[in-house]
């Protein structure tokens, strides 16, 4: 079992940086793949970033290529979204979820726990 428990989240205007955590507590940190998805009112949940175990594995959602960078710190058991050019359209709450693997999957269905998720606002 792992516990989840994202944190950073906040109101920021447009163009603004935030830097989200999400610290794992449970069994070992380092044997899980991690991902960052989103959810906005109204909308699915949507895949925003994944690292492998290691961290030499990063992949990215489009929207957020060039802005977002997701690293984890395994000694801390903690995982990170640096978000920075944030954009209104970023506004979701943000969830952190862990999969018992080395290679991060793709859909959130392939995750095994969730944190509670933290609320992102980005003002126009």
């Known amino acids: 079992q792992v516990q989840l428990v994202e944190s950073g989240g906040g109101l920021v205007q447009a163009g603004g940086s935030l830097r989200l955590s999400c610290a794992a507590s449970g069994r070992t940190f380092s044997h899980y793949a991690m991902g960052w998805f989103r959810q906005a009112p109204g909308k699915e949940r949507e895949f925003v970033a994944r690292i492998s175990w290691s961290g030499a594995i990063t992949v990215y959602a489009d929207s957020v290529k060039g802005r977002f960078t997701i690293s984890r710190d395994n000694a801390k058991n903690t995982v990170y979204l640096q978000m920075n050019s944030l954009k209104p359209e970023d506004t979701a709450v943000y969830y952190c979820?862990?999969?018992?693997?080395?290679?991060?999957?793709?859909?959130?269905?392939?995750?095994?726990?969730w944190g509670q998720g933290t609320q992102v606002t980005v003002s126009s």
């Open positions: 979820a862990a999969n018992v693997g080395t290679i991060p999957p793709a859909e959130a269905y392939e995750y095994d726990y």
